[in-house]
């Protein structure tokens, strides 16, 4: 098993910036990709960005150009940088663990409990 805990959730003003980060523990070797998916109320959870072991990368395009995922394998963490958010942003966001970097939920076995983004207009 390998748990998830998120962090870095809060409230900010459109054009701010957040970072979320998730901490892995457990059998995390049994894991080879990291990511965040989003879900806002009525709406069904979705892809954000995700990262492997090896670095290589993947991002929603409302993601690109303003979000930059990132790890630490040392520490077992992923970071999600997220910079100039707008009202759309605000979502529960929830890491997630698989054994590879994709879009679909079906590919990642491992969920956190999810952290709150609030974009204020």
């Known amino acids: 098993q390998v748990q998830l805990v998120e962090s870095g959730g809060g409230l900010v003003q459109a054009g701010g910036s957040l970072r979320l980060s998730c901490a892995a523990s457990?059998?995390?070797?049994?894991?080879?990709?990291m990511g965040w998916f989003r879900q806002s109320p009525g709406k069904k959870r979705e892809f954000v960005a995700a990262?492997?072991?090896?670095?290589?990368?993947a991002y929603a395009d409302s993601a690109e150009g303003r979000f930059t995922i990132s790890r630490d394998n040392a520490k077992n963490m992923v970071n999600l940088e997220m910079n100039s958010l707008k009202p759309e942003d605000t979502a529960v966001y929830y890491c997630?663990?698989?054994?590879?970097?994709?879009?679909?939920?079906?590919?990642?076995?491992?969920w956190g409990q999810g952290t709150q983004v609030t974009v204020s207009s």
């Open positions: 990262i492997d072991w090896n670095g290589g990368t």
């Open positions: 457990g059998r995390t070797s049994s894991v080879s990709a």
């Open positions: 997630a663990a698989g054994l590879r970097v994709a879009a679909t939920e079906g590919f990642y076995d491992y």
